[in-house]
């Protein structure tokens, strides 16, 4: 698919820009939405669509209203700041336990291999309303329900996979002589974990951590059953708000979000691009 | 060196036979490989897999009958449910005397409710009897038959009975059965009235939609896929980037985004009005029903289409599609019967994953899908939190989750866990 031949007959040319353009509208179709938000949230209006003022770009119809409104109603506020809250304790363990378990698993020999990776993963697969009634139940039966504890345990369970899903595959390229040499030079360990293997494997942490901290970040289901009022993060006002009283505040928020995922898309894909530049570089 | 020419096993340095040695190599380093992962199973255990069997086990349990009406199920253990007379006056002794001690701890209404869920009206028998058997004195208050069912005839129904009789196990199926509109009979399985069935409709619809969903996915994501892995790979990552965007953006941010842009007065019908297209006074429905659903999870869930599919086509040799046009193939014969084969396992992959994470879908079905556009997942949280029929919720997620693990199982054989890939 790169150029059309200057052969191709006019079947081929029109198949060729139709094709193009069906592609076209489906990307539109991916990103529109999301960017569509964003000129949204400046409007001067209590509007959820597009004024004349807008269409004409005539300053009057944009403002900055629907940010203000974020800073300073104190609900958005606290609720910004428990998700700022759980979300790096969530991804901290997540992180600390996943990587451990990570390079245990990328050992040549682990009795079990499928049947553990399988358990792992499962956070991920098992429908998110079955895992938040579960840890409701139970987190009630030990009195974590509706603590800052118990919601920053089950987010750090939904981020495992991720986290295990980034650092095997960034281990699979792994050089194990590094290792050895590291020990066969004398260094305990510990010693060779921190100072060899981390720096290589970092690329895939930080990723797996950034999936981790998104995973939490956005979770709504689990904390709305496991979490109580004092736990109310950022995506369970949004979700209060859109099934309440829409307001248009909620535009703002989602751009802050649009930002911050930018962010987020970006450092992971140059981490990754890093990772595969590393690996094409060292052998096998 | 003459060590070595004997015929004995082959030794190791410190003198244990080689082969013993490696085994006990082996042994510690798959030990050091258990120790490394079995914090993290632990974690998981705990915070996850027992809350997730607590649930499940919690579609079975049926202590309460017993633990609330413990001397009344003894005492009916003699009685016939098939017989068509009430119970004789030593179950109705037993029955003042539970329900006495039961309206003191005010546990009488939770068994109530429990008996209500296979019967419904025996909430109100029970309720009123309560409050009224709390101030008798059960030790010679008899004959117990004729006071009851002068306090409320309900005792004097054989169905109450045969209900009490049914349910008085420590397990049941009930909950099970009724997730999927049946019920235990004094005679068996039976089929609920027409009025009480719900949930089969609501299954039906979930995987209905699902599958819309996966199909819609499918034939959105394959062109954008195929184009993704021909195009020169710096064009190709700059538009992987309008993939991943989305697949990294919030999901409540892509669900309100919807419910904004399908409103009526919302983007979407301006300009179709604008247009033309549609006239001002007979704007589009196109949020609170299946429609609304559908497009939005299609559009929430297309990059976990697109991006198994891409990987999958990426390892397509496109000497390949030459090789056939130069044997005489058409363009579509190529695509059809070289390329598209090709590709399945992508769509296979693709399709399993999308299917997986729509049938639990919660969020964006409660948001954008009314009372027409819902899952059964919004029927679980239902139960759970408003209803507080929790021994449904829990059966309807069994149910749920039996679907999900099985497609997972699917899912691990034809690509495995490991070759999940993000982004």
Redesign the interface.
């Known amino acids: ?2 150029a059309l031949p200057p052969y191709a007959t006019t079947g ?1 040319r029109v ?1 060729y820009y139709s ?2 353009v ?2 076209g509208l ?2 539109f ?3 529109a ?2 960017v ?2 964003i000129p ?1 949230s400046f409007n001067a209006q209590d ?4 004024t004349p003022e807008m269409l004409r770009l005539d300053p009057e119809g944009f403002s900055l209203k629907h940010y203000r409104d974020f800073f300073n109603n104190d609900s958005w506020q606290s609720a910004m700041w428990n998700s700022l809250k759980i979300a790096p304790m969530a991804t901290l ?1 997540s992180v600390s ?2 990587t ?2 990570a ?3 990328s ?5 079990f291999r ?1 049947a ?8 991920m ?15 009630s ?1 030990i009195g974590l329900q509706g603590t800052y504890l118990g919601v920053v ?2 987010h ?2 939904l981020g ?1 996979p ?1 986290v295990i ?2 650092v ?2 960034t281990l699979v390229g792994f050089d194990r002589s590094l290792t050895r040499a590291a020990a066969n030079m004398g260094a305990d360990p510990v010693t060779t974990f921190f100072r060899i293997q981390m720096p290589l494997i970092l690329p895939g942490v930080i ?1 797996g951590g950034l ?1 981790a901290f ?1 995973t939490s ?2 979770e ?2 689990v904390v709305l ?1 496991v979490g109580s009022a004092g736990q109310k993060t950022l ?1 369970w006002q ?2 209060i708000g ?2 309440e009283q ?1 307001s248009p505040t ?2 703002a928020v ?1 751009t802050i ?2 930002a911050i ?2 962010m ?2 970006t450092t ?2 140059l981490l ?1 691009r890093r990772s595969e530049r590393l690996r094409g570089m060292s052998p096998g | 060196m003459s060590d070595t020419t004997q015929n004995g096993p082959v030794l190791a340095a410190d003198g244990t036979p080689l082969k013993r040695s490696l085994a006990k190599a ?1 042994r510690l ?2 030990l ?6 079995a ?3 632990l ?2 255990l705990v ?10 086990f ?1 579609s079975v349990d049926n202590r309460i009958v017993q633990e609330v009406l413990p001397k009344t199920v003894d005492a009916l253990e003699s009685w016939d449910p098939d017989s068509s007379e009430l119970p004789d006056e030593a179950v109705f002794a037993a029955l003042a005397v539970d329900m006495k001690a039961a309206a003191e701890l005010k546990v009488h209404t939770r068994v109530a409710k429990r008996l209500n869920y296979e019967n419904p009206g025996m909430s109100s028998v029970f309720r009123k009897s309560g409050r009224k058997i709390g101030k008798w004195d059960v030790e010679n208050d008899g004959p117990y038959k004729e006071r009851l069912i002068e306090l409320d005839d309900g005792w004097a129904d054989l169905e109450l009975w045969r209900t009490i009789k049914t349910y008085s196990g420590t397990r049941t199926a009930g909950y099970f059965l009724n997730a999927v509109d049946l019920k235990l009979g004094a005679d068996g399985v039976e089929v609920r009235p027409e009025t009480e069935r719900i949930y089969n409709t609501m299954l039906i619809r979930t995987m209905r939609m699902s599958l819309i969903i996966t199909f819609s996915c499918i034939m ?1 994501g394959y ?2 896929a ?2 993704l892995a ?3 790979t710096r064009k190709a990552n700059l ?1 992987m ?6 697949f ?14 399908l ?1 009526q ?3 979407i019908n ?1 300009v179709l009005v604008w247009i033309g297209l549609v006239a001002d006074d007979n704007r589009l429905v196109l949020i609170n029903n299946e429609l609304g659903t559908i497009i939005a999870m299609t ?1 929430i869930l ?2 976990f289409m697109i991006l198994p599919m891409y990987s999958v086509m990426q390892t397509i040799q496109p000497t390949y599609l030459r090789a056939a046009k130069s044997l005489g193939a058409t ?1 579509w014969t190529a695509f059809w019967r070289v390329y598209f084969p090709q590709s399945v396992p992508g769509i296979g992959a693709g399709s399993i994953l999308v299917f ?1 994470l729509a ?5 964006t079905p ?2 954008v899908g009314g009372t027409k556009g819902t899952f059964i ?1 919004n029927l ?2 239902y139960h ?2 408003t209803s507080g029929n ?1 021994g449904l ?2 059966a309807l ?1 069994s149910i ?2 039996a679907v ?2 099985l497609l ?1 199982w699917v899912y ?1 054989k034809i690509v495995g ?2 070759n ?4």
């Open positions: 698919m790169s081929q198949w094709f193009r069906i592609c489906i990307f179709f991916l990103i939405p999301i569509v938000i949204l509007f959820f669509t597009f363990l336990f996943g451990l378990a390079i245990g698993l050992q040549q020999h682990v009795p499928r553990i990776m399988a358990i792992l993963i499962s956070p697969i098992v429908p998110l309303i079955i895992s938040a009634a579960g840890m409701y139940f139970f987190y039966r345990l089950a750090a369970a495992i991720f899903i980034t095997t595959a990723s999936f998104i970040f956005d709504v289901v059953f995506p949004m979700f859109l099934r829409i909620i535009l989602a979000l649009v995922s930018i987020l898309l992971v894909e990754r | 082996l380093q798959k050091r490989a258990l120790m490394l992962i914090p993290l199973l974690f998981i915070t996850f897999i027992l809350p997730v069997g607590d649930m499940l919690r959105l062109p954008v195929w184009l021909n195009l020169p538009l980037i309008l993939v991943l965007l989305p990294w953006t919030s999901l409540l941010v892509r669900t309100s985004s919807w419910k904004i842009l409103q007065q919302g983007v301006d559009h297309l990059p363009n997986i049938v639990g879908y919660y969020i409660a948001l997942s679980i949280a759970i939190s929790w919720g829990a997620g749920l989750l999900v693990l997972y691990d866990i490991d999940v890939k993000l982004g």
